[in-house]
């Protein structure tokens, strides 16, 4: 039965193709980025869907003024099991990025160019990608009548290059879509061998820190306190103190620490001789996750109280993003699952990761539900000419329909 179905999606790459070429005509941009979200680009899909068999579609649309006709789409697609119990989910996201420059493309990014086994376009690979392996998938059961081991559901969401506010957050504020035993892959991230499977993410923490002096005349510095000696005293302890307070390793990111880096420094005064009243910096921190940010920000508290009282000035931080996530056991059944699928297509041993950036992931391990992140990627998304390798969409179409009848 399973030989039925790969041999099916073998020959399905012009389908691959034709679906790759009608989601990359809409322009499925947030209106952060000056678009008008995914509406046309779901309907797209949904219809596409349809006229193939998918029988069982649910759309769950969250409001959002800016974008047309005030929704941002979220689609599921549901394929009966033998079992509903330990249903299996592969969530990609139908929002891309902009295109950027024009002239740094060498043909229309939203028109799809075939060409020595590539696809180039805005969103081939992030995410079409893995959107239409999981469609070619689902399509090799529905075509040959092939019912999977577990239900399985196919999600698109939205937003998800903005934050996911309006994609899988608000799907599970305001939706029951997920159970507790639920299996979630998501297509969505890799490298070049698929050999990595990600499961789990540093805890991630974003500060502004503002300093409040007294702005003085650069040759009377005695009669001012200088917000910028004082930011930068406390940037530079924040540096290389907090490492010491948090200091444990794990093996299972790159790098293994626990990372604290001032990075954007914002204008304070604009000539050379005024010793500034007022000076403010940003703190990139991405933390292992034994350590809650609630102990990190103590610390923080503690450092800037030390600073301020020595400098004679007011600090103040301001959260600009804060994010903690659980892990996915690298033992989860869902983990062994996808790591044998893999070795049987690709032939790679897979070995699971942690990053420092964040995922969609994390929302749905904040919930207790299993997922993983892992696809066969050439990375080349957000950037001009990207593509998509057509045996990377036909591969991982495969590693996915043997996680559909994969008994568990």
Same mark, same amino acid.
């Given at each position: 039965?399973?030989?039925?179905?790969?041999?099916?999606?073998?020959?399905?790459?012009?389908?691959?193709?034709?679906?790759?070429?009608?989601?990359?005509?809409?322009?499925?941009?947030?209106?952060?980025?000056?678009?008008?979200?995914?509406?046309?680009?779901?309907?797209?899909?949904?219809?596409?869907?349809?006229?193939?068999?998918?029988?069982?579609?649910?759309? =769950?649309?969250?409001?959002?003024?800016?974008?047309?006709?005030?929704?941002?789409?979220?689609?599921?697609?549901?394929?009966? $099991?033998?079992?509903?119990?330990?249903?299996?989910? !592969?969530?990609?996201?139908?929002?891309?990025?902009?295109?950027?420059?024009?002239? *740094?493309?060498?043909?229309?990014?939203?028109?799809?160019?075939?060409?020595?086994? &590539?696809?180039?376009? &805005?969103?081939?690979?992030?995410?079409?990608? #893995?959107?239409?392996?999981?469609?070619?998938?689902?399509?090799?059961?529905?075509?040959? $009548?092939?019912?999977?081991?577990?239900? @399985?559901?196919?999600?698109?969401?939205?937003?998800?290059?903005?934050?996911?506010?309006?994609?899988?957050?608000?799907?599970?504020?305001?939706?029951?879509?997920?159970?507790?035993?639920?299996?979630?892959?998501?297509?969505?991230?890799?490298? +070049?061998?698929?050999?990595?499977?990600?499961?789990?993410?540093?805890?991630?923490?974003?500060?502004?820190?503002?300093?409040? $002096?007294?702005?003085? =005349? #650069?040759?009377?510095?005695?009669? $001012?306190?200088?917000?910028?000696?004082?930011?930068?005293?406390?940037?530079?302890?924040?540096?290389?103190?907090?490492? *010491?307070?948090?200091?444990?390793?794990?093996?299972?990111?790159?790098?293994?620490?626990?990372?604290?880096?001032?990075?954007?420094?914002?204008?304070?005064?604009?000539?050379?001789?005024?010793?500034?009243?007022?000076?403010?910096?940003?703190?990139?921190?991405?933390?292992?996750?034994?350590?809650?940010?609630?102990?990190?920000?103590?610390?923080?508290?503690? !450092?800037?109280?030390?600073?301020?009282?020595?400098?004679?000035?007011?600090?103040?931080?301001?959260?600009?993003?804060?994010? +903690?996530?659980? %892990?996915?056991? %690298?033992?989860?059944?869902?983990?062994?699952?996808?790591?044998?699928?893999?070795?049987?297509?690709? /032939?790679?041993?897979?070995?699971? !990761?942690?990053? #420092?950036?964040?995922?969609?992931?994390?929302?749905?391990?904040?919930?207790?539900?299993?997922?993983?992140?892992?696809?066969?990627? =050439?990375?080349?998304?957000?950037?001009?000419?990207?593509?998509?390798? !057509?045996?990377?969409?036909? /591969?991982?179409?495969? @590693?996915?329909?043997?996680?559909?009848? +994969?008994? &568990?």
């Amino acid at each position: 039965m399973i030989a039925k179905i790969l041999e099916h999606i073998e020959k399905s790459v012009p389908t691959m193709v034709e679906l790759e070429t009608g989601l990359c005509r809409y322009p499925a941009l947030s209106p952060e980025s000056g678009g008008a979200g995914e509406f046309d680009k779901c309907e797209f899909l949904q219809a596409w869907l349809a006229e193939r068999g998918f029988k069982n579609l649910e759309r =769950h649309d969250a409001p959002d003024a800016r974008a047309k006709n005030g929704v941002r789409p979220n689609l599921v697609a549901t394929i009966p $099991g033998v079992s509903d119990a330990k249903r299996l989910w !592969i969530m990609s996201h139908t929002d891309v990025v902009p295109p950027g420059d024009p002239s *740094m493309w060498k043909s229309d990014p939203w028109t799809v160019v075939q060409k020595d086994g &590539r696809l180039y376009g &805005r969103g081939v690979e992030d995410n079409q990608q #893995g959107l239409v392996a999981s469609v070619a998938a689902a399509l090799a059961l529905l075509e040959n $009548g092939i019912t999977p081991a577990h239900t @399985v559901k196919l999600l698109f969401v939205a937003d998800e290059e903005m934050g996911s506010e309006y994609g899988i957050q608000w799907v599970l504020a305001n939706r029951k879509l997920f159970r507790a035993d639920d299996m979630v892959v998501i297509p969505d991230g890799g490298d +070049e061998k698929g050999e990595t499977i990600e499961v789990a993410e540093k805890n991630l923490l974003w500060l502004r820190i503002a300093t409040k $002096g007294v702005q003085c =005349h #650069g040759s009377r510095p005695d009669l $001012g306190a200088n917000a910028h000696v004082a930011a930068a005293e406390l940037a530079v302890r924040l540096h290389d103190e907090l490492p *010491m307070v948090f200091p444990e390793k794990d093996a299972l990111f790159d790098p293994d620490y626990s990372t604290f880096e001032p990075t954007k420094s914002e204008a304070n005064v604009p000539n050379v001789n005024t010793i500034p009243g007022d000076d403010a910096f940003c703190m990139d921190m991405r933390v292992l996750p034994r350590y809650p940010l609630a102990k990190v920000l103590a610390e923080i508290e503690r !450092i800037m109280a030390e600073v301020a009282a020595k400098r004679r000035v007011a600090m103040t931080h301001e959260t600009l993003q804060r994010v +903690e996530s659980k %892990p996915t056991s %690298p033992d989860a059944p869902l983990v062994r699952f996808l790591s044998k699928a893999v070795k049987e297509v690709y /032939g790679v041993t897979t070995r699971p !990761i942690g990053i #420092g950036g964040g995922t969609v992931g994390a929302f749905l391990r904040n919930e207790g539900i299993d997922s993983v992140v892992w696809g066969r990627l =050439h990375e080349s998304a957000h950037q001009p000419n990207e593509f998509t390798v !057509i045996e990377n969409i036909v /591969g991982d179409a495969k @590693v996915m329909a043997k996680l559909m009848m +994969e008994k &568990r």
